[in-house]
Structure formats: C-alpha cells, structure tokens
C-alpha cells in the first residue's frame, strides 16, 4: 500500500518563502517520477514540478525559478522549496509519481497573504 504523507505548509506573506516535504513508503518512489501537485479552490489539481529518479526536474511555467523540487533517494523523500512566494500559490499542495498514482495523501495547505 502506497503511503504519501506531506508537510511544511502554512501561512507567509507574499515573497516569503516555504518548504514542503513529502515521505513517500512502499514502490512509488524509487524508480518513479515524482512531482508536486496543487489544487486551488474551484480549480483542478495541477502538476507543479516534476523530479526523475537520477534528480531532471521539471517545472510549470509559473513557478519555473520561483520553486525547486529536490529528492532523498535514501529517505524516499522528496522536497519542494518555494521562494517569492505569491498569492496565487495558494493552494493544498500534494506529492505522488507523474503519472499520478490512485492513492493521494493528505496534502499540506500553503496561504500567501498579500
């Protein structure tokens, strides 16, 4: 069974900054794409950044430079830093493979106040 357990989310100013972390058990991670997801109310879930299993990344046009995922291969953790942070990167944000997998975890809320 697949576990995906997120945290480091809260609530910054606008430029602030936050790092999201995701422990992830079971086969989704080692060989796997990971990727952060978010979902803002009344939008769909979108893919944010993408990480392969030897570290190519991958970003959404809006947060490209903004944003860098990282990964623990050891700790099958994987990591989401996010600087110059705005109010449009509010969001509950979530960590699973790229394509995703059925099985979501909590996720962590992220609010930029302006």
């Known amino acids: 069974q697949v576990q995906l357990v997120e945290s480091g989310g809260g609530l910054v100013q606008a430029g602030g900054s936050l790092r999201l972390s995701c422990a992830a058990s079971?086969?989704?991670?080692?060989?796997?794409?990971m990727g952060w997801y978010r979902q803002a109310p009344g939008k769909k879930r979108e893919l944010v950044a993408a990480i392969g299993s030897g570290g190519s990344t991958n970003y959404a046009d809006s947060v490209k430079g903004r944003f860098t995922i990282s990964r623990d291969n050891v700790e099958n953790t994987v990591y989401l830093q996010m600087n110059s942070l705005r109010p449009d990167d509010t969001a509950v944000y979530y960590c699973?493979?790229?394509?995703?997998?059925?099985?979501w975890g909590q996720g962590t809320q992220v609010t930029v106040s302006s």
């Open positions: 079971g086969s989704i991670f080692s060989t796997n794409v």
């Open positions: 699973n493979a790229v394509p995703f997998r059925r099985d």
